[in-house]
């Protein structure tokens, strides 16, 4: 990839609509303290392409010519992280500011500052340079653009304003290199076509299902963290078909897709659709999500089915259930590394869903006091509107949950005389005689 590719188009402050009141505080403290020690400092990437799209950018990173040890000198609140890519966090507060230092192409002299592995992924990325090395390093156009602090220019050495506004995503260089480079940028690439509602370049969708086997050399903990973003982005289900539509779903969740292949009467594919489209409902009311229940919908399905193939070889239920949730949990843990934390609110909300169903007043006034209740009756609630659950079980729920404390007693009190699974009626058990 050369270094350099000629002139770039310079847009004056009159030429674009970034005002600095639209900047945060703390990026505008570490542009103007670079600037003021000498130093190229220029707002970059997410932040500079959100900005010129009338959007409230959720963070800003800055690019400089100083190295990350010049900006810790500068900065007391500075941290530096990384090995992979050496970069700086400045704090204020609960705000981070990140500041890359301009990186430059690799070479054979580079020694211990760069890296490489035989299918071209970059392995440590710490060789520098300036704007003009740094710009042919980024992935796509509309992240290539840069906000100069010191003359509140816009600099576009790739056409990223242009393909701003015919909303394409493109690759900056040749897409099966950079792809190569960092197999991750193929999810980027899907996650920014879907949130800017931008057309991804032919020539980038091209290389997506040749190259998605690429990322199954990534780090299970690194694919953790790139599915936060693709499913708790606020574009969940849209995300999802993108990636199935590529091919690049099945290197994340290849049990998921298994079902998937073979779904039947629109189940699993209603049960996932469902729990995307309600994730995505939720942050757009403002509310809180965990990873945790979209991986119970993700994953519920072969979870089921190694259930009850255990109970088929003769596994009592709940040996089976406990089991099942181990192995297939630890199939997906080996593909994204999701914390336990995550993982077992995920195996109690499969473990209590056999118990909102099969209902005593016992059993029932035990799952409502249980932590867990809220989780696993949204689940049950789901897969009743999924066809995958009694509606009329999911409803009792419903209506429990908003009776009085008398009206409890009697709901419970009824639940001898209702109908057990498979049409019986429930025997009340006799109490025994002191």
């Avoid at 900005?51 to 690019?63: N, Q, S």
């Avoid at 994340?252 to 409902?281: I, K, W």
């Avoid at 639940?415 to 429930?426: H, V």
Wanted: some cysteine.
């Amino acid at each position: 990839m050369p270094a350099r590719r000629g002139a770039p188009r310079i847009y004056t402050r009159g030429e674009h609509n970034i005002s600095r009141k639209m900047i945060s505080p703390s990026a505008l403290k570490v542009l103007y303290r670079l600037d003021g020690a000498g130093f190229r400092a220029c707002l970059v990437g997410g932040g500079v392409r959100d900005l010129l799209l009338g959007r409230e950018p959720k963070d800003f990173d800055v690019a400089t010519d100083a190295s990350p040890d010049q900006v810790r000198e500068l900065f007391r609140n500075c941290r530096l992280i990384g090995r992979r890519f050496r970069l700086a966090h400045v704090r204020f507060g609960p705000e981070i500011i990140e500041v890359a230092t301009f990186r430059a192409a690799h070479d054979d002299d580079d020694g211990d500052h760069a890296e490489m592995s035989d299918e071209g992924r970059i392995l440590r990325d710490n060789v520098y340079g300036d704007i003009e090395d740094d710009v042919w390093r980024r992935d796509f156009t509309v992240n290539g653009l840069y906000y100069d602090i010191h003359d509140f220019s816009v600099i576009d050495y790739v056409g990223g304003v242009e393909d701003l506004e015919q909303g394409v995503l493109r690759v900056i260089g040749d897409p099966e290199q950079r792809f190569r480079e960092d197999p991750v940028r193929m999810l980027r690439a899907v996650r920014f076509a879907v949130k800017l509602g931008f057309n991804l370049d032919e020539a980038c969708t091209r290389h997506l299902p040749q190259l998605g086997s690429l990322l199954d050399a990534i780090s299970p903990a690194r694919l953790f963290d790139e599915a936060l973003k693709l499913f708790h982005g606020g574009y969940a289900l849209q995300t999802f078909e993108a990636l199935r539509h590529h091919h690049l779903f099945e290197h994340l969740f290849p049990l998921t897709e298994v079902a998937l292949s073979h779904e039947h009467e629109g189940f699993p594919a209603t049960l996932v659709g469902r729990a995307l489209d309600n994730t995505d409902q939720r942050i757009a009311d403002g509310k809180s999500v965990t990873p945790a229940f979209l991986l119970a919908a993700l994953l519920w399905d072969a979870f089921e089915e190694r259930r009850q193939e255990l109970e088929a070889d003769g596994m009592p239920p709940m040996e089976a259930l406990g089991l099942a949730a181990d192995q297939v949990i630890a199939r997906q843990v080996a593909r994204l590394a999701v914390p336990r934390r995550f993982t077992q609110i995920t195996r109690d909300i499969w473990s209590m869903q056999p118990r909102l169903v099969d209902l005593s007043p016992k059993r029932a006034r035990r799952a409502f006091e249980n932590p867990r209740f809220r989780a696993a009756y949204d689940f049950l609630k789901l897969r009743a509107e999924a066809g995958d659950a009694d509606a009329e079980c999911a409803e009792w729920w419903t209506d429990f949950q908003d009776a009085s404390d008398a009206e409890r007693e009697e709901m419970l009190g009824a639940l001898d005389e209702r109908p057990a699974p498979g049409g019986q009626k429930r025997r009340r058990r006799r109490k025994r005689r002191p």
